[in-house]
């Protein structure tokens, strides 16, 4: 009985999320207060609905309820409890779910913070979250409902896909979802500006910190997908620009443009109409990316085909949201204009550079994951562009931002200095040529990393001067509020995934070889050491797993058991050994017994040394932080009685401690 | 008109994206081309099922065409296909060859003695090397191998009422009606 339970939970939530969005919408239109009051409960009414829906099939699936299709087709007895909970969002139907819960929590917080915005506005933004969740709710209810059952009903159910088997992938799906759904915010901050034909700064003020957090979740949510791929696919690789990370990476750049749009028109009022144009797309890109994974228009997953509903149901929905909020945009956006011009020499300048940049490389992505449906469409095959195109144009679009990013914060807001950038453009330049000159001699000479050490060094340079700059001037208590902070720890964390990026691409030795028990190989100064293969058990699979030991030297540097997995229904997955370190990682995936009777006990193994890879996590991380600690600003906390132009913003507070100097 | 440029350019991209599910619904984006499809089947040489002791091999079965199912005891779907085979199996116009894929004996002997035994011969790959020739995904999945010991038609995943009238019987038919 509770399955259906889960379905009426649903069909409730649905049904609060309409009398959400259409009743304040009307209600702001009309000026009608009852009508925009409904808002608030109303989406708290969902939310209880929704968590109730996601709690019953969380519950199915820790009590083995094998009668739900769902729950059968995705755990079986054997599974441990923790990756039940994982399998509710581990297939199609459960996601959009834990996509919805999520909208939720978002929706609850915004409702929750919003008290101190003008009635109307408010109600105007909670009612595009509910407008969002109406159009989840009814795609779950018509053509995914995770509740269906299965009769009669099987004895045991089938695996979750083994590839989810892994701490890391119970964990990047939500932290995904809850970037993508972030933007939803920003979203509808915008669509609510545009429909009441205004835009105060002092909303954009109470809109930043939800982007800063969303897209923090993003950049976690991207930083375990990409540690995932590594420690668990066995090839090594931290990124593949396949169309299910570039769905996500899309969303990312986007992002970060608006993070710092949202600064320019806080501000200084300018680019208007750019901002609320970025928070458009960077919501219709998170939700592209969640259907282009899961709709299968190009992955060809293998719902999608049994069941064109689901694709048209998507692409309509895509068209009514996306297309309706731009048509809103062409309609309305020269109503919200205004702000204050800026010279040629401005911090405004350096940003809207950074901003072309960051959305051109998104449009670039999206062209080159689209690709192989364009093929298809003009009748070329099915064709696929593949890493030499990103990797060539992705960091030829992101120069000019790591180029432009020292001088950034050390240029005034309207008009800036020449003088001070001269300065610190040779600062810059002679510690970036300095340790050039250091790494060439370190790497033998290879290009892509010296220029990987410049780039990164000319970045942190830059971040740690102006670091120094407001120690020197600003007064001590307000010389890192958290917005500063933040702007300066995401900003290291890209000059930290520059050298990463750079030196692990150069400088990684890879190795397929054939090993018999005893063998030795050497990687640079490394010996690995193959001890043979032998059987081990875990809660629901066999594997063997292979013994290498690591010495440099005498000095023993690690033991490290690569296995191979077989789980009941066959599947095998592999799961490499790391042995982690600051300037290097030592990786070791096993491969296949080399020969059929296997009497020498010779296994193909992969051997990987990686200089400075985790560096690129580590900057990852360091954005992600630099996000979070952004949005703890005190600044950004909306008073009733503060007015828009009276508050002390930093790049002002900088200017007056500047002029008393 | 250049505000509604993103406008544009989106419904361009709508129009794209429906063109990909129709050109979805018109091919069959699963379909993996089977690269042994109209060629000779894999050599392979594997003990009976019931007397491990005997060996058949691909000669062995040359002269006449039959269908080889892989199955396994931990195979749930197999147990969704088996009723639809059994039913099938007198009137199927070929030999059922069962191909019983890494699985312990003692459990597929179990299996067959719970769920019935429809096929005219069984053999065991318990290791599952011979099924890597063959291209095997995993069970269920079923190769039409005709006198020559040619592969004539695949099927992957279980073989629901709809496959066996709207493919496999149609593909046997057409296979009896070359030989000829």
């Known amino acids: 009985m509770t399955p259906e339970l889960g379905q009426l939970a649903l069909i409730l939530a649905l049904l609060l999320a309409l009398a959400q ?72 139907e459960g996601s959009l779910l834990l996509w919805i819960l999520i909208l939720n929590v978002w929706t609850i917080a915004l409702a929750a913070l919003s008290q101190k915005l003008p009635e109307v506005f408010a109600s105007r933004v909670i009612a595009v979250m509910g407008l969002i969740a109406v159009g989840f709710l009814a795609f779950i209810i018509f053509t995914s409902n995770p509740f269906g059952r299965l009769l009669p009903m099987p004895g045991d159910g089938a695996d979750l896909n083994p590839v989810l088997q892994d701490p890391g992938m119970t964990f990047h799906p939500p932290m995904l979802y809850m970037g993508y759904v972030g933007f939803s915010v920003a979203f509808a901050f915008s669509i609510a500006a545009l429909l009441g034909g205004e835009l105060e700064q002092a909303w954009v003020r109470w809109a930043r910190p939800w982007t800063n957090m969303a897209w923090a979740f993003l950049t976690c949510g991207i930083v375990a997908g990409s540690w995932w791929a590594y420690a668990e696919l066995g090839w090594g690789g931290w990124w593949f620009w396949d169309p299910v990370e570039n769905a996500s990476f899309m969303p990312w750049l986007v992002g970060a443009a608006l993070i710092h749009a949202q600064a320019v028109t806080e501000k200084r009022g300018s680019l208007r109409a750019w901002t609320i144009l ?81 959305a051109v490389a998104a449009a670039m992505v999206l062209l080159g994951t689209l690709f192989p449906l364009i093929g298809d469409a003009l009748n070329l095959g099915r064709i696929s562009v593949g890493p030499p195109y990103f990797g060539f144009l992705f960091p030829l679009l992101m120069a000019p931002v790591v180029l432009l990013m020292p001088f950034g914060p050390f240029l005034r807001w309207g008009k800036g200095d020449a003088p001070v950038l001269k300065g610190l453009l040779l600062r810059v330049v002679v510690a970036a040529l300095a340790c050039a000159i250091v790494a060439a001699f370190l790497v033998d000479g290879n290009l892509k990393a010296i220029v990987g050490v410049a780039a990164g060094v000319w970045v942190v340079v830059g971040v740690l001067l102006y670091a120094l700059k407001r120690w020197r001037e600003a007064p001590r208590g307000r010389r890192y509020p958290g917005e500063m902070a933040g702007m300066l720890l995401a900003h290291l964390g890209v000059g930290i995934f520059v050298i990463g990026v750079l030196l692990s691409e150069s400088l990684s030795v890879t190795r397929d070889v054939r090993m018999a028990p005893g063998e030795t190989q050497h990687i640079g100064s490394y010996d690995f050491r193959f001890d043979g293969v032998h059987h081990t058990t875990g809660p629901n699979w066999t594997a063997d797993q292979g013994t290498v030991t690591v010495t440099r030297g005498e000095k023993q540097i690690a033991v490290m058991h690569p296995q191979k997995r077989t789980y009941p229904r066959g599947q095998v997955q592999t799961e490499s050994a790391v042995d982690a370190g600051v300037t290097r990682d030592l990786y070791v995936a096993l491969g296949e017994p080399m020969d059929a009777n296997n009497l020498e006990g010779a296994w193909a193994l992969r051997l990987y040394t990686k200089p400075f890879i985790r560096w690129i996590w580590g900057g990852g991380l360091l954005m992600m932080l630099g996000g979070v600690v952004c949005a703890t600003d005190k600044r950004f906390r909306l008073k009733r009685a503060a007015k828009a132009e009276g508050v002390v ?13 | 008109m250049n505000r509604l440029l993103p406008f544009i350019g989106f419904m361009l991209l709508v129009g794209l994206f429906g063109f990909g599910i129709w050109w979805n619904t018109q091919h069959d984006p699963n379909a993996i081309p089977t690269p042994l499809l109209n060629k000779p089947a894999p050599e392979f040489n594997l003990p009976k099922l019931y007397e491990p002791a005997q060996k058949v091999s691909k000669a062995d079965l040359l002269g006449k065409p039959y269908l080889l199912n892989v199955f396994a005891s931990w195979c749930i779907e197999c147990g969704v296909e088996h009723p639809v085979l059994s039913a099938a199996a007198p009137t199927l116009g070929v030999q059922l060859v069962g191909y019983n894929y890494k699985d312990p004996p003692a459990d597929a002997k179990n299996w067959l003695a719970k769920h019935g035994n429809p096929y005219a011969l069984l053999i065991a790959d318990e290791p599952g090397n011979t099924a890597i020739d063959f291209g095997v995904y995993g069970a269920p999945e079923s190769f039409l191998i005709d006198a020559k010991g040619v592969i004539r038609y695949k099927h992957i995943g279980p073989i629901t009422p709809e496959v066996m009238a709207k493919e496999l019987k149609p593909a046997i038919a057409a296979m009896l009606k070359e030989a000829q």
């Open chain 1, 649 to 661: 913003d930093a790049g002002a507070t900088l200017q007056v401690g500047e002029s008393r100097a």
């Open chain 1, 278 to 358: 970025l928070s458009i797309f960077a919501f219709s890109l998170s939700l592209l990316g969640t259907f282009l994974v899961r709709s299968g228009v190009l992955t060809s997953v293998h719902a999608f085909a049994s069941d064109p509903r689901r694709g048209v149901f998507i692409l309509a929905f895509l068209t009514i949201v996306v297309g309706g909020s731009l048509l809103l945009y062409a309609l309305r956006a020269p109503k919200v204009l205004g702000g204050k011009a800026f010279n040629v020499v401005s911090r405004e300048t350096v940003l809207l550079i950074g901003n072309l940049m960051f």
């Open chain 1, 21 to 92: 969005s259409i009743l304040p919408l009307v209600g702001a239109w009309r000026g009608n207060r009852a009508l925009m009051a409904v808002a608030r409960p109303a989406a708290a009414g969902q939310a209880v609905f929704v968590a109730m829906a996601f709690g019953i099939l969380a519950w199915a699936f820790l009590r083995f309820d094998f009668s739900v299709q769902y729950v059968a087709d995705n755990s079986n007895l054997a599974l441990p409890w923790y990756y039940r909970i994982a399998a509710v969002w581990g297939a199609h």
